[in-house]
């Protein structure tokens, strides 16, 4: 029997027999290769449908089935209409008919391949040939924006800045940013760098839809940096940085560049705006305590809780060291320390070690089995001064009576040991061994403002300021009592302050005044109009 080849089947499954290598692939003994369609039904369908993703059917292609393609979801947020294309030539003898909701708002004309749409709703276009068949395709339009995802918050350190970014895109989108609830002037671009500490808010808002936000918090580890404006260019500009490390080095280069002085303040003159850059030149890192290679200590003893006293010459942090823990057995469990921080007899902190896996039996002499411990989160000294570093009463380390000198166990510059906390042994210690010390900061180099800006709130002299373009004047500046503004403009004033809170509006008719009631501070003057903002200004309240 021949079997045409347009009738092999391929990946069909037959009866087959229920003897292992008995079966006869001969179409002729249908007993072993009749097709089996309860068998066969469940493959062809998931191939089918596997094909269908890998290598789906574009129907387009057969010219008289053509299908409306309206494109993806839209937002009508901020735009009067969007127009939907059906992608679908008209030749007046096929109709279009649109629907909102499944509403009919066009119906079967033969033109009316596009529409234009001014709501939120689901939209539908079928085309209809004569009534012999007809196809669809439908589209989302949404009345919101999208959510705002700046992402996780972050801890500026390496790199010195970060920029966020709002994510929401379209047509007559616009954009706010505000910093611990203060809305930031000028700041209405959809990213925002941040080089300070802070909650950083980003909005998006649009015509007709509610504005969506979304928070990130800024933490630093960075110095801080004092920025300031010159009024004209060629002036000079007093900067500074603040912070326990140093000394500080200021560039003009984020990385490498030529060294421009050294200290916590510099004074440049300046043209235009500029951004300086400082570098915390005191890093070290070094080793503090007896070393576990040659232990000078003696006379080993399970003694109970002796800490360390020591001395900060600056800022640093402990980020390892190697114990002998006082343990009896400890088979299938886990060592790790918990140490205590105090100064002055307070408690500053508590830092517990990543926990290692305990490898052996230490209730007597020799003690020679060390654990290096690890901190997660690093002991943080946080400036100069005198502390003590104490295991928990849960987390006993072994104590030696002799041998401590304490002349040979600093790190230089950095941590000075001067004793332990049993004050009864003149040169005992406890079993801390290799205390790595990180000393200032590791961190890139903190941009520091040079801005040229005369209409700077400092910038403001008393008496009457006219701003020539819009003829506004706003007098007195500072004032300790009320404000007077002038113009023959036919527009609005809103005051708000550093918070963002609006302190006052009302309309600009002539001559008006402000702010007896305000509280010492800077306030923002905003005058606009239907068309927009006309002009930002900046008070003084004494």
Same mark, same amino acid.
């Given at each position: 029997?021949?079997?045409?080849?347009?009738?092999?089947?391929?990946?069909?499954?037959?009866?087959?027999?229920?003897?292992?290598?008995?079966?006869?692939?001969?179409?002729?003994?249908?007993?072993?290769?009749?097709?089996?369609?309860?068998?066969?039904?469940?493959?062809?369908?998931?191939?089918?449908?596997?094909?269908?993703?890998?290598?789906?059917?574009?129907?387009?292609?057969?010219?008289?089935?053509?299908?409306?393609?309206?494109?993806?979801?839209?937002?009508?947020?901020?735009?009067?209409?969007?127009?939907?294309?059906?992608?679908?030539?008209?030749?007046?003898?096929?109709?279009?008919?649109?629907?909102?909701?499944?509403?009919?708002?066009?119906?079967?004309?033969?033109?009316?391949?596009?529409?234009?749409?001014?709501?939120?709703?689901?939209?539908?276009?079928?085309?209809?040939?004569?009534?012999?068949?007809?196809?669809?395709?439908?589209?989302?339009?949404?009345?919101?924006?999208?959510?705002?995802?700046?992402?996780?918050?972050?801890?500026?350190?390496?790199?010195?800045?970060?920029?966020?970014?709002?994510?929401?895109?379209?047509?007559?989108?616009?954009?706010?940013?505000?910093?611990?609830?203060?809305?930031?002037?000028?700041?209405?671009?959809?990213?925002?760098?941040?080089?300070?500490?802070?909650?950083?808010?980003?909005?998006?808002?649009?015509?007709?839809?509610?504005?969506?936000?979304?928070?990130?918090?800024?933490?630093?580890?960075?110095?801080?940096?004092?920025?300031?404006?010159?009024?004209?260019?060629?002036?000079?500009?007093?900067?500074?940085?603040?912070?326990?490390?140093?000394?500080?080095?200021?560039?003009?280069?984020?990385?490498?560049?030529?060294?421009?002085?050294?200290?916590?303040?510099?004074?440049?003159?300046?043209?235009?705006?500029?951004?300086?850059?400082?570098?915390?030149?005191?890093?070290?890192?070094?080793?503090?305590?007896?070393?576990?290679?040659?232990?000078?200590?003696?006379?080993?003893?399970?003694?109970?809780?002796?800490?360390?006293?020591?001395?900060?010459?600056?800022?640093?942090?402990?980020?390892?060291?190697?114990?002998?823990?006082?343990?009896?057995?400890?088979?299938?469990?886990?060592?790790?320390?918990?140490?205590?921080?105090?100064?002055?007899?307070?408690? !500053?902190?508590?830092?517990?070690?990543?926990?290692? /896996?305990? $490898?052996? &039996? %230490?209730?007597?002499?020799?003690? +020679?089995? =060390?654990?290096?411990?690890?901190?997660?989160?690093?002991?943080?000294?946080?400036?100069?001064?005198?502390?003590?570093?104490?295991?928990?009463?849960?987390?006993?380390?072994?104590?030696?009576?002799?041998?401590?000198?304490?002349?040979?166990?600093?790190?230089?510059?950095?941590?000075?040991?001067?004793?332990?906390?049993?004050?009864?042994?003149?040169?005992?210690?406890?079993?801390?061994?290799? !205390?790595?010390?990180?000393?200032?900061?590791?961190? /890139?180099? $903190?941009? &520091? %403002?040079?801005?040229?800006?005369? +209409?700077? =709130?400092?910038?403001?002299?008393?008496?009457?300021?006219?701003?020539?373009?819009?003829?506004?004047?706003?007098?007195?500046?500072?004032?300790?009592?009320?404000?007077?503004?002038?113009?023959?403009?036919?527009?609005?004033?809103?005051?708000?302050?550093?918070?963002?809170?609006?302190?006052?509006?009302?309309?600009?008719?002539?001559?008006?005044?402000?702010?007896?009631?305000?509280?010492?501070? !800077?306030?923002?003057?905003?005058?606009?109009?239907?068309?927009?903002?006309?002009?930002?200004?900046?008070?003084?309240?004494?």
């Amino acid at each position: 029997m021949t079997v045409p080849a347009k009738n092999t089947q391929f990946g069909g499954m037959v009866g087959g027999t229920r003897t292992p290598g008995s079966f006869s692939d001969n179409v002729v003994n249908y007993q072993h290769t009749e097709g089996g369609i309860d068998y066969n039904a469940c493959l062809v369908g998931t191939l089918a449908y596997i094909n269908s993703v890998l290598a789906p059917v574009d129907t387009n292609k057969f010219s008289a089935h053509k299908s409306p393609t309206l494109g993806s979801t839209q937002s009508i947020c901020g735009v009067a209409n969007i127009v939907l294309n059906s992608n679908i030539a008209t030749d007046g003898k096929k109709t279009f008919t649109w629907y909102k909701d499944n509403v009919v708002v066009v119906n079967a004309s033969t033109s009316a391949n596009t529409y234009t749409v001014t709501s939120a709703g689901t939209y539908k276009c079928v085309l209809d040939s004569a009534g012999k068949w007809n196809t669809q395709g439908s589209v989302i339009i949404t009345g919101t924006l999208a959510a705002v995802a700046m992402g996780n918050d972050v801890n500026l350190c390496n790199p010195a800045s970060t920029t966020l970014d709002i994510g929401v895109t379209g047509g007559g989108v616009t954009y706010q940013w505000k910093k611990d609830g203060a809305i930031i002037n000028g700041a209405v671009a959809q990213t925002y760098t941040v080089y300070t500490a802070g909650t950083y808010r980003g909005i998006a808002s649009a015509s007709g839809c509610t504005s969506v936000y979304d928070d990130v918090v800024i933490t630093s580890s960075l110095p801080t940096a004092i920025n300031d404006t010159a009024c004209s260019s060629g002036s000079q500009v007093n900067l500074g940085i603040t912070g326990s490390g140093g000394p500080y080095e200021w560039y003009t280069v984020a990385t490498n560049g030529t060294k421009l002085a050294t200290g916590t303040s510099y004074s440049p003159t300046i043209s235009t705006n500029t951004t300086y850059y400082v570098q915390d030149a005191g890093s070290v890192s070094a080793t503090a305590g007896p070393s576990s290679s040659s232990n000078p200590l003696t006379n080993p003893v399970n003694a109970g809780i002796v800490g360390i006293r020591f001395t900060a010459a600056k800022a640093f942090t402990i980020t390892q060291m190697k114990v002998l823990p006082f343990v009896y057995s400890c088979s299938g469990s886990n060592v790790s320390v918990t140490f205590t921080l105090k100064q002055s007899g307070s408690t !500053i902190g508590t830092y517990s070690s990543t926990p290692v /896996a305990c $490898t052996g &039996v %230490q209730s007597a002499a020799p003690f +020679n089995t =060390y654990y290096t411990l690890n901190f997660a989160t690093p002991i943080a000294i946080p400036a100069a001064g005198s502390y003590e570093l104490t295991p928990s009463a849960g987390d006993p380390l072994v104590w030696f009576d002799s041998g401590a000198n304490f002349s040979t166990m600093d790190a230089s510059g950095v941590m000075d040991i001067t004793d332990d906390t049993r004050d009864d042994k003149a040169a005992s210690f406890p079993a801390m061994f290799d !205390i790595k010390v990180q000393g200032g900061s590791t961190c /890139a180099r $903190t941009p &520091v %403002q040079a801005i040229v800006d005369a +209409n700077s =709130y400092k910038c403001i002299t008393t008496g009457v300021e006219t701003i020539a373009k819009n003829q506004i004047a706003l007098y007195p500046n500072p004032s300790n009592s009320t404000f007077n503004i002038q113009s023959a403009l036919n527009a609005k004033v809103k005051v708000i302050d550093n918070l963002g809170r609006v302190m006052t509006e009302f309309n600009l008719n002539g001559n008006s005044n402000f702010g007896d009631e305000f509280a010492a501070g !800077i306030y923002h003057v905003i005058v606009y109009n239907d068309n927009g903002v006309v002009q930002t200004l900046n008070v003084v309240k004494e």
